[in-house]
């Protein structure tokens, strides 16, 4: 919403205030301001001067020397302009001013234009005279400038030597853009914002006094209103204006819609535009020539139907679009665009007014689904007040009167079988107060509500809300009234008193801060990726056709496939970072995301599916699977469960490696799968290196994590050390050997480390060579040479049983 | 006897002081303290000394001895002093070479804003809660007072799955689901994805963070929420930072305001990030709606409230001075290993 001061002041005579005072308070009282432009930034210095005499330039033949008398002085000024005579008014630039821009009509430049005298072909100049261009301004609001040359004051303007030429073009001016939140409907209209500001500045308010004479005859001789569908269309009024007369717009109204950014068209099209901005009502002009039956009917369209708008376009039609009819035919699209058959030409004779009131919801809906958007339905969209129709309709008419438009037909037709009249709210100053947490006295408050013609009855001590504010339905909205007036800075700051509560975050995030800590230790890096993707990730990935995870929640209206499925597994968007960073040639990168994945229970969506939380790490670069599995088994010990953690060779995961993954497992419990990527996924992310990657269950290690600790005690009895040094086939994980030596050591096995994996000369074809330390030691006593060989001896019967054979 | 003891301890603190190293010092230990040595001979000479003598001799060796003994410590400690200078004089390295590190990994800077948020606010006794992504219609619209069809559905630019499931456009539905639980008094924070139908652009995404506040309790006013922002904005911001309320609307809370601080790169004078206006734009509240409280089953006549929204994303941007909202999802490791 854009609101020129100069229009506002019709209304709030005394609104006598600084831009910048003006912008912050009106902010503050609930008018957010996002901008404001002054006409007359750059204008400086500019005045009305009066051409005594006009002389040829002795040395150029296109410059003309002029005597002007701007009021204290008489100046000479060369100008190269053909249109002025002797005793034109124009405005003129003194010496040191400065103009918007350039006659050429170019893009005014930020800071204007510095006019200094100078001397042109030898002659002195002291100023320049300006066109409307230079003025910041063209044609478009200004008409009767001429098309190259200098403005020249009409005769009419009242205007004389030194008088300030911005003031009289009306150039003094100040748009202000604010942000109107959707359920100030009332402030998209000069009248609205005019309430605002005066209730802002305690001004007083002075909206229109709206009488039409009338010119005899019976409107109902001319028209009948027939509305069927009652809940799209809740007013509908009409009036009738004969003996039409097109022609020019009075220069008030012209500047008024021109300081709006609105072209002047004719009396007829202006007048509907000026009742829209300063009512925020839109208005329909039908030529009721054009109108079969007299008759006017309003209803649904039918399935199907096509309509031209005035545009000249074909729409589709459907039954919930309202239209207005004619006795045959459809006229016009309600609220949105009338029709090209009852267009209003110059050649009108008798016009048919059509103010009303129209759903809301409904004309939005129309709107998308028709594919238009106009000046008129985006106000209606808002959900107009329908007592605001018979006040814009009758304001129309005056103007017609007025501005010698036509003749008002008496009467009005009027179809609204259910009037909307003013609620009543009990006024509660303590429960405002309490609500504020202030002091306001009752004065106040009834004063704050009466600017905004809000009406206290003592007896029965209701407010009464007029109908233009739909947005007031409770005490709460009668406080946020009283507090925008009484100003939000000047509540009090204070801390909520009562039961004091333990603030804290819930276990699961706990958990996942530790995992962070141990991720980011190990050069891992927080990533974050959309929780949508395109379906295309699975084939990308090589999940099999049939397999669970493609079983995806949709969203209905996705941006695009890309975003259009909830992801099922985390993998893509960490490998879409990795391959970021790989072709940006980023040398090393190890990335972790903490995220969900979302898991329909049924498809399609009956109720919320599970959404599960999901550690996902990635890398490439230094580092390889036993890097990537050492930062897990540190996060797993440090999280307080890493023993019996097994990482179980597996070949299930397709977008893995088939040798190079394992399942992450403790007793039945899924942790999670990690393993090499696979390298023809690898390739679908456009990655040439080697990528490890795991995916952790955050609810299974929330389930295990713990932070208790128990102290152990130092062990005080010695320990024995012994080696072995074995051949295996090399089909035997090492996982098999260890889970030997760990059942057959018990609880004296203290420590278990691989020191040696080997393949090679030494060793025979198919064959490896492994080498463990192991630590033995009894909490109660010092351990005997023999306990320990009796172990050892276990070992490698049970060892020799996998067919192992110690080292010679 | 005197007289051999005190020539003894003379010649022997004559040689302490010219030996040259621990070795000789060790001599020197052994020729006069050791089992044959000097002093040791002196001791066992004792049975020729008078009975009633015994004493004081014993005496004079003991003092000798202790004299000796310590000027030996002495004289060691000194040379081992000057060896290990010398050494360390051979053990000089170039201080400016660099370090060792070990690669560390980077926080997001979006978690870190958030962490900080979650920081300020437990201190103030807030639980921090976590909700659905996604939703039904019902908490993210129509308990907060956004029925069918109302315009704030489409400003919001909803991604639906089905006509009552969807993507929560905001954290708020997070509210109404506490309330309903009907434990009071409430005070949670609660930060989470949300999705709105927004290109992909410098300064939109169609997936982002709100972090939500609320808290009910018997007397809560708008003055203690205006109290509470205030204290969040000094901890969060700085010490100097300054809260402008402004009347807003938002459908789940009445009165309603945004919140502007004052810009914490340039104070309030006005700069590239604060668009020449010294105030920055960071948040939403209200008081809750008394509508909302009574379709969530807390009486409003009894408890009140008061919820705040603040939009991770651009706390990030603007507290990190980052000019593209793309790089938050990108992951580019150039960009992550700055925070």
Redesign the interface.
């Given at each position: 919403m854009n609101t020129p001061i100069s229009w506002l002041k019709a209304y709030v005579p005394d609104l006598d205030v600084d831009i910048n005072e003006f912008v912050d308070a009106m902010?503050?009282?609930?008018s957010?301001v996002e901008g404001y432009e002054k006409k007359d930034k750059n204008l400086e210095k500019i005045v009305v001067g009066r051409i005594e005499k006009i002389e040829k330039h002795p040395d150029a033949d296109k410059l003309i020397v002029c005597q002007v008398n701007v009021g204290s002085e008489t100046v000479q000024i060369v100008t190269g302009a053909p249109n002025v005579k002797e005793n034109d008014l124009v405005p003129v630039v003194l010496d040191g001013g400065r103009v918007a821009g350039g006659h050429d009509g170019e893009p005014l430049p930020e800071e204007g234009i510095k006019i200094k005298k100078g001397k042109l072909r030898g002659i002195e100049s002291f100023g320049m005279m300006c066109s409307i261009e230079e003025l910041g301004s063209s044609r478009d609001f200004y008409p009767e400038a001429p098309e190259y040359g200098i403005y020249v004051f009409p005769e009419d303007a009242g205007v004389k030597p030194g008088d300030d030429a911005v003031a009289a073009l009306g150039l003094n001016d100040a748009v202000v853009e604010y942000e109107i939140?959707?359920?100030?409907v009332d402030c998209f209209s000069m009248i609205g914002m005019a309430r605002e500001a005066a209730a802002t500045f305690e001004k007083e308010f002075i909206p229109p006094v709206v009488t039409v004479k009338g010119s005899g005859g019976n409107v109902n001789d001319y028209i009948s209103v027939e509305v069927k569908d009652t809940d799209l269309c809740t007013r509908y009024t009409a009036r009738v204006v004969t003996d039409i007369k097109i022609g020019p717009s009075p220069k008030w109204m012209r500047d008024r819609l021109a300081a709006q950014g609105i072209r002047s068209i004719n009396n007829l099209v202006d007048i509907t535009n000026y009742v829209m901005e300063e009512y925020g009502q839109p208005m329909h002009a039908y030529d009721l020539a054009s109108i079969a039956g007299n008759k006017i009917v309003v209803r649904r369209a039918k399935d199907g139907d096509t309509f031209t708008t005035l545009d000249g376009q074909e729409r589709k039609m459907d039954k919930d679009v309202l239209m207005i009819c004619d006795g045959e035919k459809e006229i016009g699209i309600a609220g949105i665009m009338g029709g090209e058959n009852s267009m209003v030409t110059d050649d009108i004779k008798t016009l048919l007014f059509e103010a009303a009131c129209f759903d809301?919801?409904n004309i939005?809906?129309s709107t998308k689904r028709i594919g238009l958007m106009t000046d008129a339905a985006a106000k209606f969209?808002?959900g107009l007040d329908p007592n605001l129709a018979i006040e814009a309709m009758n304001r129309a008419c005056q103007l017609i009167e007025e501005l010698g438009c036509g003749k008002v037909v008496d009467g009005v037709v009027d179809v609204y079988p259910n009037p909307v009249s003013e609620i009543e709210l009990a006024f509660e100053p303590d429960k405002m107060n309490?609500?504020?947490?202030?002091d306001v006295s009752d004065e106040q408050m009834l004063e704050y509500f009466d600017r905004l013609g809000i009406k206290y009855n003592r007896e029965t001590n209701m407010l009464a809300i007029p109908t233009f504010r739909q947005?007031i339905k409770?005490?709460?909205?009668l406080?946020?009234e009283v507090?925008?007036f009484y100003g939000?800075?000047n509540?009090?700051?204070?801390?909520?008193?009562?039961?004091?509560?333990?603030?804290?975050?819930?276990y699961a995030?706990r958990i996942e801060d530790e995992v962070?800590i141990i991720?980011?230790?190990?050069?891992?890096?927080?990533?974050?990726?959309?929780?949508?993707e395109s379906p295309k990730v699975f084939d990308k990935l090589l999940i099999p056709a049939d397999d669970k995870a493609r079983c995806a929640?949709?969203?209905?209206?996705?941006?695009g496939e890309d975003?259009s499925i909830?992801r099922t597994i985390p993998l893509n968007g960490?490998l879409t970072?990795i391959a970021?960073?790989y072709n940006?040639r980023?040398k090393?990168?190890?990335?972790?995301e903490l995220?969900?994945v979302?898991i329909p229970k049924s498809l399609?969506?009956?109720e919320?599916?599970d959404?599960k939380m999901k550690l996902t790490m990635a890398m490439y670069g230094s580092g390889d699977f036993f890097d990537l599995k050492g930062v897990l088994e540190e996060m797993f010990e440090k999280l307080g469960f890493g023993k019996e953690v097994t990482f179980k060779p597996t070949g299930d995961h397709t977008f893995l490696h088939p040798g190079r993954q394992a399942d992450i497992e403790k007793g039945k419990l899924q942790i999670g799968y990690m393993g090499q990527l696979h390298p023809e996924a690898a390739d679908n992310y456009g990655i040439k290196a080697e990528v490890y990657v795991a995916v952790i269950n955050m609810d299974v290690i929330t389930m295990l994590s713990t932070f208790d600790r128990k102290y152990e005690g130092i062990a005080k009895f010695p320990a024995v050390t012994r080696d072995l040094s074995m051949v295996v086939d090399k089909s035997i994980f090492v996982g098999q050997i260890e889970a030997v030596i760990k059942k057959c050591g018990g609880k004296l096995l203290e420590k278990l480390t691989l020191f040696d994996v080997y393949e090679g000369e030494q060793v025979a074809e198919g064959k490896k060579s492994v080498a463990y330390s192991m630590t033995f030691r009894a909490k109660d006593k010092t351990l005997e040479d023999a306990e320990v060989g009796k172990i050892i001896d276990n070992i490698v019967a049970e060892l020799g049983k996998l067919g192992i054979t110690l080292r010679a | 006897m005197k007289e051999k003891l005190q020539d003894i301890r003379d010649k022997a603190l004559a040689s302490i002081e010219q030996a040259k190293d621990a070795s000789m010092i060790n001599d020197i230990k052994v020729a006069i303290l050791g089992k044959k040595g000097e002093l040791t001979q002196v001791l066992k000479s004792m049975k020729d000394v008078a009975p009633e003598d015994r004493p004081k001799v014993g005496q004079l060796v003991n003092e000798a001895r202790q004299s000796i003994e310590e000027k030996l410590e002495a004289k060691l400690k000194s040379i081992n002093n000057a060896v290990r200078v010398e050494k360390m004089k051979r053990e000089i390295i170039d201080v400016t070479l660099p370090g060792v590190k070990k690669i560390q990994g980077h926080r997001h800077p979006n978690q870190i804003a958030v962490e900080d948020l979650e920081r300020v606010f437990i201190g103030m006794g807030y639980e921090v809660v976590r909700g659905p992504e996604i939703e039904y219609d019902k908490y993210n619209f129509e308990l907060l007072n956004i029925p069918a069809n109302h315009p704030a559905k489409d400003e919001q630019d909803t991604f639906y799955i089905t006509k009552d499931i969807l993507l929560r456009t905001q954290t708020s539905p997070v509210q109404a689901r506490i309330m309903e639980q009907g434990k009071l008094p409430i005070r949670i924070l609660s930060p989470g994805r949300v999705f709105r139908s927004d290109e992909v652009d410098a300064t939109h995404s169609p997936s982002f963070h709100q972090v939500e506040g609320l808290v009910i309790d018997k007397n809560i006013t708008m003055a203690d929420l205006k109290g509470t922002l205030d204290q969040f904005a000094k901890e969060f911001f700085g010490e100097n930072t300054k809260t402008k309320f402004r009347p807003h609307h938002f459908p789940f809370t009445e009165p309603s305001a945004e919140v502007d601080i004052t810009c914490f790169k340039c104070g309030g004078k006005g700069c590239r990030v604060c668009k020449g206006s010294g105030w920055i734009e960071i948040l939403g509240c209200g008081m809750v709606h008394p509508h909302v409280l009574e379709m969530c089953g807390i009486d409003p006549e009894v408890y009140s409230g008061f919820a705040f929204g603040i939009g991770l994303e651009r706390v990030t941007l603007l507290k990190y001075e980052i000019d593209d909202m793309r790089l938050l999802y990108e992951n580019d490791m150039r960009f992550l290993n700055q925070f």
């Open positions: 902010t503050l009282s609930g957010h939140t959707s359920n100030r809301g919801t939005r809906l969209v808002k309490r609500l504020l947490g202030t947005d409770c005490m709460a909205d406080a946020e507090g925008r939000y800075d509540i009090p700051t204070t801390l909520p008193k009562g039961e004091a509560t333990a603030g804290k975050k819930g995030e962070r991720c980011e230790g190990n050069g891992f890096s927080g990533a974050m990726c959309y929780s949508f929640i949709e969203i209905s209206n996705p941006l975003f909830m960490i970072s970021t960073n940006r980023n090393d990168a190890r990335l972790y995220a969900n979302y399609p969506l009956t919320l599916p959404e | -």
